[in-house]
């Protein structure tokens, strides 16, 4: 604060609850993480727990992104008379939620479960929104509920301010099964958007483009352009096996009164989005926390 060091002390517990990213850099900062590359960082080991910052899972998702000649879409939702309508009746563009439709399917036979999930949007979704494109458009895209690759984040340095170094080591699991269900939805996806219902809006094809036609081409495409969906989670485990970082009350192993409660906790990555099992976390941990104390 001010630039000036603070100091708080906690009667109770410490609840960390700094998401997939943030909670793992702040252990490893106070020098709770793989002992060995704390020490290379000059940071003293409080907890050797080498599982910190491994088990990163994310959603990857890859989609058909078309133009449409028809004013329909969300292009002009940042426009002065968009913003205005919306300031002074709450109607209008910007009440969308953007991900207006969506879908789970099971493309692989065997699976027990829906394997991939669908987002429909009507704009162009292209490298997180930075990059604008002219037009009206929209798109659809799937991902991989379960995916087998797994990545890691730690330190560049011990300054707090410098940001994690993040490898999420997307579609490299050793089967190939996440570029596998990964084509199979994005071949899906073009064939939804070239459906007989989109004949009245369908302009021509942005990405991945009229010439990727072989698995080549859209595997290249998906290797360049596929984008995370904002769910990673699993830095910082649940469990009690070796590379555990808190066990099921959500402790940090070898450490008093301190708890982890965000999405980095879970083991595996949920089939779905991310935010309400999240919220769900933290519901359990508020009873667990109760209980602890008598309440």
């Given at each position: ?231 990673p989670v699993g830095t910082c485990k649940m469990g009690r ?55």
């Open positions: 604060l001010d630039g000036l060091p603070r100091e708080a002390h906690a009667r109770r517990e410490v609840l960390l609850c700094g998401g997939a990213v943030n909670s793992l850099k702040l252990l490893m900062l106070s020098g709770i993480g793989p002992g060995d590359a704390l020490q290379a960082l000059g940071i003293p080991v409080v907890a050797d727990l080498p599982g910190v910052g491994l088990n990163l899972q994310d959603h990857l998702i890859s989609g058909v992104i078309r133009y449409t000649y028809r004013p329909v879409s969300l292009a002009n939702a940042t426009k002065p008379q968009a913003l205005l309508r919306f300031a002074l009746t709450r109607r209008g563009l910007l009440t969308s939620n953007v991900a207006e439709a969506g879908a789970f399917v099971r493309l692989d036979a065997d699976a027990p479960a829906p394997d991939v999930q669908y987002h429909f949007g009507p704009a162009h979704f292209v490298d997180h929104g930075q990059t604008p494109l002219d037009g009206h458009g929209f798109a659809a895209g799937g991902l991989v509920l379960r995916p087998h690759s797994r990545g890691t984040i730690g330190l560049h340095s011990a300054d707090p301010l410098t940001a994690p170094r993040i490898h999420a080591n997307y579609l490299s699991d050793a089967d190939g099964y996440d570029l596998r269900l990964t084509l199979q939805a994005l071949k899906l996806a073009r064939e939804i958007l070239a459906a007989p219902p989109f004949d009245a809006y369908r302009g021509a094809e942005l990405l991945p483009g009229i010439s990727a036609q072989s698995d080549d081409d859209l595997i290249y495409y998906i290797r360049e352009k596929a984008e995370t969906l904002y769910h096996d070796p590379l555990a970082v808190v066990d099921p009350a959500l402790r940090v192993h070898g450490v008093d009164g301190l708890r982890v409660i965000d999405a980095s906790i879970m083991p595996t990555i949920t089939s779905g989005n991310t935010n309400a099992p999240v919220m769900m976390i933290a519901e359990k941990a508020a009873d667990l926390i109760r209980a602890a104390n008598g309440k």
